[in-house]
């Protein structure tokens, strides 16, 4: 009976917290600035971002740079975060590949709700880029892309397509592929499926947290999180 009034007690601070964060067009409340986070990290521990660097997991975040779909740079600062518990579950991934001499390299997490606003004016095809109506399990921060590389050389390891391959190619159910493509999205696959992540169909390099929904969607600007433990 404590531990529900407990629960009751955390769940209602948390409405207070967002309680002053507008609707937006969508109808979407969507946690706009470092100090609304802040107040609902503090409530909840495990909504804290975590930098996937600190745990040792190699990045390449492309939307740092222009080498993405878009041409352009859509991140002011090279960091990949997501929330605690989605990044203890990666390390798990992490760990588990380790004695076979394979890792993991992540290409996006945690991104902010504006970016997901620019990505779809182009593209606006749900099964690659997330509709802004909806939000991004990514704006949650609870959602990672990613690939398999090999440890001694940080060499990336054959894969159906490159990342962001907006093609019939890059879905899971795709196999007119060389062999050591398919056993590798295989393997990432089932590594990742039993550290509790869901793939995504119509992207290999996409993987949502499988308690995504208790994460609000966030538009907070990556280079204010930087730092931030």
């Keep these: ?96 590949l380790a004695p076979r001499g394979i890792g993991i390299q992540v290409f996006d997490a945690y991104r902010p709700y504006r970016v997901t606003e620019a990505m779809w004016e182009p593209i606006k095809n749900p099964d690659f880029v997330a509709d802004p109506a909806k939000g ?10 990613l690939t398999l590389i090999d440890l001694r050389t940080g060499a990336e390891l054959a894969m159906p397509t490159p990342y962001d391959d907006f093609t019939p190619r890059a879905a899971h159910a795709f196999t007119d592929l060389p062999a050591d493509a398919l056993a590798n999205r295989a393997l990432l696959r089932d590594v990742m499926t039993k550290h509790g992540f869901e793939p995504l169909p119509s992207e290999w390099w996409h993987y949502d947290f499988k308690a995504w929904e208790r994460f609000e969607l966030m538009d907070v600007p990556l280079e204010e999180l930087f730092g931030v433990r």
């Design 1 to 96: 009976m404590r531990l529900t009034a407990r629960l009751l007690a955390l769940l209602f601070a948390i409405a207070c917290a967002t309680a002053d964060v507008p609707a937006n067009r969508h109808g979407l409340r969507v946690v706009p600035d470092l100090a609304t986070y802040e107040r609902l990290a503090r409530l909840d521990p495990e909504k804290r971002l975590v930098d996937l660097q600190s745990l040792g997991i190699p990045i390449d975040i492309r939307y740092a740079t222009p080498n993405n779909f878009m041409k352009q740079t859509l991140y002011p600062v090279a960091k990949a975060y997501l929330r605690a518990p989605t990044a203890r579950a990666l390390a798990e991934v992490q760990n588990e």
């Design 136 to 145: 991004s399990r990514h704006n949650r921060g609870a959602a990672v892309d």
